[in-house]
């Protein structure tokens, strides 16, 4: 056996997404429609999660981008 940490990903769920990124349930809905926002894994019938890495870049990405987004609207 390997003494090496496991690197398996990680799934947030909404209600931990949601402090993450500081957007409601619902603006998160609408980035995900308009492809703004990463696609969520389909857990269960009526489960989702995405992964925290994908989050995590997001995050990131409006960092670099400088929140241009933020300021044009």
Sequence with gaps: MSDKPSSSPIILRLKHVKPRVALSRFAIY???AAGDFPSPLHLGSRAIGSLQSDID???EG???GGCQEVLQQ
């Design 57 to 59: 870049a997001w995050i």
């Design 30 to 32: 609408l980035r995900m």
């Design 62 to 64: 409006r960092v670099r």
